[in-house]
């Protein structure tokens, strides 16, 4: 993927357009995975702002990702309901489960399964609904056969 092409075509679409910094991150996450903090500058400039204000945000949401994503994206929610039925112990089992593995690992706020939790997403395509840690490794190992 070319980024310096791909930034200037998503930049040349909003440069005129007010409150375009969400679109835009939004944008070149979804063409090259992440938003590479070297094009943060360009971002800051293109839209008039700082680079502090883009970085702001950029850390400020949970969705956007500075690093490049692993193999799959694995998302556990941490919103309220699934908290409620062990959402947060998934969570921590989840992430040790997930230390130094190819696979990412995302907090995400809701998926629209909270009467049965916990919820879990892979690649935005695939939704889990009462994971447990057992399911989980399960799931996990799957992934980690289809390399
Ligand atoms: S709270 Fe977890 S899916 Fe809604």
Do not use: W
Not at 34 to 54: D, G, H, K, M, Y
Not at 85 to 94: K, N, R, T
């Amino acid at each position: 993927m070319d980024v310096p092409a791909t930034l200037g075509r998503i930049l040349d679409t909003h440069r005129d357009q007010p409150g375009a910094l969400l679109p835009v991150l939004h944008e070149v996450q979804e063409a090259l995975g992440f938003i590479p903090p070297e094009t943060v500058p360009e971002i800051a400039a293109a839209l008039n702002l700082s680079r502090a204000e883009v970085h702001g945000v950029i850390s400020y949401y949970h969705h956007f990702r500075q690093e490049s994503p692993g193999r799959n994206v694995i998302r556990v929610c941490c919103a309220e309901a699934c908290q409620a039925v062990g959402g947060e112990a998934l969570a921590e089992h989840a992430r040790a489960r997930l230390a130094g593995s190819e696979l990412t690992l995302e907090p995400v706020y809701c998926l629209g399964l909270c009467a049965c939790g916990p919820a879990v997403q892979v690649d935005e395509t695939e939704l889990h609904a009462a994971m447990t840690p057992v399911k989980f490794d399960a799931l996990v190992a799957r992934l980690e056969l289809e390399k």
